[in-house]
């Protein structure tokens, strides 16, 4: 007798079609796929003709960074699993925020997974920004014992004044509490230990939060002086102050760098034409580079012009609706590879009333799937499988989880999603399952609303109501 079996649904296949089927798992795995299953089932959900996806691959996302960890990762699971999210790899980075201490990773994550034990409604995992020189020193062991396969790179914080005052000593320090220059040098030292490790593992990785420091404070000091004058509202007056040029910038030098270090990188949150353009320009001046790229369902669904104003600060920035659109021509055309949400979520106080003072950021895991499923196969009937791709077995490829998660075949963990595509609702915070007390997407019309999300045949939300936090830590590669 099987543990669950799903009927008569429209399974979504990443990248292979969508057809009828039922599905059988059983000792958190899926032991059967078929036109018909024929066993008993300790538990048989009826999917009605609805459409049935893996569970979704939030491959990124922030736990603890405005709220504490514990607290953090609990609320945010389940806005999560409520989004039918089924695993979530959470950023994790020393300094400011977090957990606001510098150490070892040899000692920090030890208290990152006691924190997290007990604490996820999904399974999870980590990936580690190397900010001291003993993190770089650590990597190959980060990667062998702690099962962590891709790390991080913030381009953006070398030299950049953040809060917008001088004081005594470098940003960088007073901000992550480095002890080294956080600079190209010091990226080049972590492609290097990487490209080094891949010796033995292979597809361990660098993600790379591109935007060039320099250029954002010449256009923030001179945005702040305009913006008034200008009549730009928050949005518009941020991005012109974090440019695109800013990302163009950056991605070249993170290019130059993979190049020369064969160190494979990962593009996080791409917002604009610019910078799409940029990475096709380089990927034909440096073919050998193994590269990736993100975006997220902000940057596929907000633009300057919407009506989230300070609530939809977010670095990179939201950018224009030709933008927008570019990026989802970059889905069509296979030049997209992933979404991720960039959930970090943040209490409306620290957002506040004025644009150059506001904390960045914001939760948007609940809708990664609505927003892709709305703007993708409602607005521009791209192939549900296309799409499915972009959310489940292209992340779960890229962090080493494929073979486990991403994908519904035998063998594979038993996580899947069941929505109704046609089920359209009005976005507000409060029916939304985060602590967090806004949201940018406030009034939107998204389709897709999922219904049952079960992790490991386990259901861990159906119908606002939330089973018991069965999250795991997975150690990668998985296979």
């Given at each position: 007798?099987?543990?669950?079996?799903?009927?008569?649904?429209?399974?979504?296949?990443?990248g292979?079609?969508?057809?009828?089927?039922?599905?059988g798992?059983?000792?958190?795995?899926?032991?059967?796929?078929?036109?018909?299953?024929?066993?008993?089932?300790?538990?048989?959900?009826?999917?009605g003709?609805?459409?049935?996806?893996?569970?979704v691959?939030?491959?990124?996302?922030h736990?603890?960074?405005y709220?504490?960890?514990?607290?953090?990762?609990?609320?945010?699971?389940?806005?999560?699993?409520?989004?039918?999210?089924?695993?979530?790899l959470?950023?994790?980075?020393?300094?400011?925020n977090?957990?606001?201490?510098?150490?070892?990773?040899s000692?920090?994550?030890?208290?990152?997974?006691?924190?997290?034990?007990?604490?996820?409604?999904?399974?999870?995992?980590?990936?580690?920004?190397?900010?001291?020189?003993?993190?770089?020193?650590?990597?190959?062991?980060?990667?062998s014992?702690?099962?962590?396969?891709?790390?991080k790179?913030?381009?953006?914080y070398k030299?950049?004044?953040?809060?917008?005052?001088?004081?005594?000593?470098?940003?960088?320090?007073?901000?992550?509490?480095?002890?080294?220059?956080?600079d190209?040098?010091?990226?080049?030292?972590?492609?290097?230990?990487?490209?080094?490790?891949?010796?033995?593992?292979?597809?361990?990785?660098?993600?790379?939060?591109?935007?060039?420091?320099?250029?954002?404070?010449?256009?923030?000091?001179?945005?702040?002086?305009?913006?008034d004058?200008?009549?730009?509202?928050?949005?518009?007056?941020y991005?012109?102050?974090?440019?695109?040029?800013?990302?163009?910038?950056?991605?070249?030098?993170?290019?130059e760098?993979a190049?020369?270090?064969h160190?494979?990188?990962?593009?996080?949150?791409?917002s604009?034409?610019?910078?799409?353009?940029?990475?096709?320009?380089?990927?034909?001046?440096?073919?050998?580079?193994?590269?990736?790229?993100?975006?997220?369902?902000?940057?596929?669904?907000?633009?300057?012009?919407?009506?989230?104003?300070?609530?939809?600060?977010?670095?990179?920035?939201?950018?224009?609706?030709?933008?927008?659109?570019?990026?989802?021509?970059?889905?069509?055309?296979?030049?997209?590879?992933?979404?991720?949400?960039?959930?970090?979520?943040?209490?409306?106080?620290?957002?506040?009333?004025?644009?150059?003072?506001?904390?960045?950021?914001?939760?948007?895991?609940?809708?990664?799937?609505?927003?892709?499923?709305?703007?993708?196969?409602?607005?521009?009937?791209?192939?549900?499988?296309?799409?499915?791709?972009?959310i489940?077995?292209?992340?779960?490829?890229v962090?080493?989880?494929?073979?486990?998660?991403?994908?519904?075949?035998?063998?594979?963990?038993?996580?899947?999603?069941?929505?109704?595509?046609?089920?359209?609702?009005?976005?507000?915070?409060?029916?939304?399952?985060s602590?967090?007390?806004?949201t940018?997407?406030?009034g939107?019309?998204?389709?897709?609303?999922?219904?049952?999300?079960i992790?490991?045949?386990?259901?861990?939300?159906?119908?606002?109501?939330?089973?018991?936090?069965?999250?795991?830590?997975?150690?990668?590669p998985?296979?």
């Amino acid at each position: 007798m099987m543990d669950l079996i799903v009927r008569n649904g429209h399974v979504v296949f990443p990248g292979k079609g969508v057809r009828k089927a039922d599905i059988g798992i059983e000792a958190g795995k899926f032991v059967a796929i078929a036109d018909h299953i024929n066993n008993d089932a300790k538990k048989v959900i009826d999917a009605g003709n609805k459409y049935v996806f893996p569970g979704v691959v939030d491959s990124h996302f922030h736990v603890g960074i405005y709220r504490p960890f514990s607290d953090d990762a609990r609320s945010e699971s389940a806005s999560a699993a409520a989004g039918g999210v089924t695993t979530i790899l959470s950023y994790f980075r020393s300094g400011k925020n977090y957990m606001n201490t510098s150490e070892p990773y040899s000692s920090l994550f030890k208290k990152v997974l006691e924190q997290s034990a007990g604490n996820f409604y999904t399974d999870y995992g980590f990936n580690l920004a190397p900010i001291l020189k003993k993190h770089v020193e650590e990597i190959p062991e980060l990667v062998s014992k702690n099962g962590v396969s891709t790390f991080k790179y913030y381009m953006f914080y070398k030299g950049l004044n953040l809060k917008s005052e001088v004081k005594k000593g470098s940003v960088e320090k007073e901000y992550l509490l480095s002890d080294e220059p956080y600079d190209l040098g010091h990226m080049y030292n972590i492609m290097k230990k990487i490209s080094e490790v891949n010796e033995n593992y292979g597809n361990v990785r660098l993600s790379i939060h591109a935007e060039d420091a320099e250029i954002i404070r010449i256009n923030l000091e001179k945005t702040r002086e305009e913006m008034d004058r200008e009549k730009l509202n928050p949005l518009q007056a941020y991005s012109k102050a974090r440019p695109p040029s800013s990302e163009r910038i950056a991605i070249i030098e993170a290019f130059e760098l993979a190049h020369e270090t064969h160190c494979p990188i990962n593009l996080l949150h791409v917002s604009s034409r610019l910078a799409l353009e940029t990475i096709n320009e380089m990927k034909r001046q440096f073919p050998d580079v193994d590269v990736y790229v993100e975006t997220t369902p902000s940057h596929l669904t907000l633009t300057v012009n919407s009506d989230a104003g300070i609530h939809g600060k977010v670095n990179p920035p939201i950018r224009s609706g030709d933008d927008r659109d570019f990026l989802w021509k970059g889905i069509i055309d296979g030049m997209i590879n992933t979404v991720g949400s960039d959930h970090a979520a943040i209490e409306e106080s620290r957002k506040g009333n004025e644009l150059w003072t506001a904390e960045n950021g914001y939760g948007a895991t609940e809708l990664l799937l609505p927003a892709i499923i709305t703007g993708g196969y409602v607005e521009r009937k791209i192939p549900l499988e296309k799409l499915a791709s972009l959310i489940t077995a292209n992340p779960a490829r890229v962090h080493s989880l494929y073979g486990r998660k991403g994908d519904i075949a035998l063998g594979f963990d038993g996580d899947l999603v069941i929505l109704d595509i046609n089920k359209k609702r009005k976005i507000r915070y409060q029916d939304l399952h985060s602590a967090q007390d806004f949201t940018p997407f406030e009034g939107l019309e998204l389709y897709g609303q999922p219904e049952y999300t079960i992790l490991r045949g386990n259901v861990t939300y159906s119908d606002g109501k939330f089973g018991d936090p069965l999250g795991e830590y997975i150690k990668r590669p998985v296979a």
